[in-house]
């Protein structure tokens, strides 16, 4: 561990506003050094949160947090923040189960004023607490910061637009690094990228290093020299303020900047006057992902989110994996189902790599459509090119469909359009816990009319159910879990199986487990402990009914296995089935409780919620007494 003699003696923010302002430069450095140590020992978020540094330090040390609010976006940016607000020593826990969350989390800290895992919430969230405060008199401060991608999104302009019409106090910091997890789409960051000072400091930097040495020989030409270097800079932000004004004054917002997120005592100049001012305020800074680290500025898409590394090799791009994951399976298929479709496109809502599509947008750019970290607007566009007889697949995580269930309701399946959605992280999704967990999807989906859904138990399954339900003439969605498969050989081929066809894996004695999806292989490893039937349901909609009811005839007790919630799940489907035709049967249903789930290794989450294969068991004993 590197010596981090400052920070060391920072436990709270109190302690940061302690010292003198010439400090916090040292202070920054540490705190960046302290992360690099304890992120590459853990894994977790790490470009992001290199690149906000300097930021967290400034605000800390001008609001008077936590009676200030900070409002953290997307929450990927907040490793600093907890660095700083007394969980430092807890570091070598994150996103582990029991340790400290991956975003921030109100019942971690009282720093973290607003729980957040998705995009683009802060400002309205700052919005309401800046009324809140304002009906009750307080004089606290409240401040958004989003970037990252998240100004793409369309709440984020809802906000505003409500915002900007408002008698309310409201700092809105806008931290520009030109980066979502991918480099950012559309033409807002375009509009923003104009900005000169994105380039003027490396320019300065390149002119004043060459003409050094030549400045250096004649008396007082440095100081001219550097007197010219600021002016520049004055004269670039002026006439960049005067451009990008025009944006955010039309929404009522007093525009601030760009200035240089990496500068901390500028950072404070700055927050110290803006404190004091009445209105919406907008601060417009230009930070780089991955400050301070070379081989994440060089390569921030891949030090995003990081495993364990070692900070003086860097990630190992050598390292292999004996299976491929689920996303990986979804990445060829599309691939070659493209081949044999020209009307095939894609869309994803800023998720290129985590969605498995990199190759498919080098091999078929113009069919790939990145829209930002725009959900409603991937869906709907969708439903707009199948209209003109194309056929969208849109690659979306389960958690980030839930922003967009209006548009799959109104816009796709009111319609009856051939969209397909792949539905990548469904169930738990380990370390980054419950923002990012797919535990409702199929509860929330199966309601939907028009919709079939399909929930693949291994690679081979995925690769079939993605292929028939592309082929049909309405809306499908395949759901499938983050990780590796099971090992089984996916294939090369585009064959499809029925729609709404189970098949029996298993013959028992007494007991049928009827496993939907990534359970079925966890059924089992039960039933073979206790010679019990399993079925591999296939599709929660349509449900297999003559399967059903083979099984109700057959067996005395019926198990449901599925990683959703229990609530209103594949399992309340079965029972639906069972009552239509009058199959009084007893039935457990076994699925993610009505709890918010844990974050941490998915193997221990699943234990702790009763899905693990043990505790399956356990609960089914207990059930037959």
Partial sequence: MNPTPLLDTIDLPQDVRRLQKNQLPQLANELRAYLLESVSKTGGHFASNLGAVELTVALHYVYQTPQDHLIWDVGHQSYPHKILTGRKTRMTTMRQCGGLAGFPKRSESEYDVFGV??????????????????????????????????????????????AGDMDIDLLVILNDNEMSISPNVGALPKYLAKNPLHDVKGLVKSIKHKSEKVLGLVPGALDVAQRVENKIKDLIEESTSTDTLSLFDNFGFTYSGPIDGHDVIQLVDV????????????????????????????????????????????LHSSVTVSKPTYTQIFGQWILDQAAVDPNLLAITPAMR???????????????????????????????????????????????????????????????????????????????????????????????????????????????LLLSSCYQLNQPAAVRYPRGIGTGVDAGADLATVPIGKGMLRRQGDKIALIAFGSMVQTALIVANAIDAAVADMRFVKPL???????????????????????????????????????????????????????????????????LSAGKIRQQILQWIG
């Fill in 353 to 463: 790599e985590g969605s498995g599509l990199v190759e498919f947008a080098r091999q078929y750019p113009e069919r790939y459509f990145d829209v930002g970290i725009a959900e409603q607007h991937a869906v709907t566009f969708a439903a707009g090119l199948a209209c003109e007889q194309m056929k969208p697949v849109v690659a979306i995580y389960s958690t980030f469909l839930q922003r967009a269930y209006d548009q799959l309701i109104h816009d796709v399946a009111l319609q009856n359009l051939p969209v397909l959605f792949a539905i990548d992280r469904g169930g738990i999704v380990g370390a980054d816990g419950p923002t990012h967990a797919g535990v409702y999807d199929l509860s929330y989906l199966r309601c939907v009319p028009n919709l079939v859904i399909a929930v693949p138990s291994d690679e081979r399954e995925c690769r």
């Fill in 544 to 610: 297999d009914t003559e399967l059903l009811l083979q099984l109700a005839a057959e067996y005395d007790y019926l198990v449901t296995l599925e990683e959703n919630s229990q609530i209103g799940g594949a399992g309340s489907a079965v029972l639906e089935v069972l009552a239509q035709h009058k199959q009084n049967k007893p039935v457990l249903t076994l699925g993610i409780p009505d709890v918010v789930t844990g974050h941490g290794d998915t193997i221990q989450v699943l234990d702790q919620i009763g």
């Fill in 117 to 162: 895992g998705h995009s683009s919430t802060s400002i309205g969230a700052a919005l309401g607490m800046a009324v809140a405060d304002k009906l009750q008199h307080k004089t606290n401060r409240n401040v958004a910061i989003i970037g990252d991608g998240a100004m793409t999104a369309g709440q984020a302009f809802e906000a505003l637009n409500n």
């Fill in 271 to 314: 927050l110290q006057d803006m404190r004091n001012r009445k209105g919406p305020q907008l601060l417009h800074i230009i930070t780089k992902k991955g400050h301070g680290y070379k081989l994440a500025e060089n390569d921030p898409v891949s030090f995003h989110a990081v495993s364990a590394f070692d900070p003086q090799q860097g």
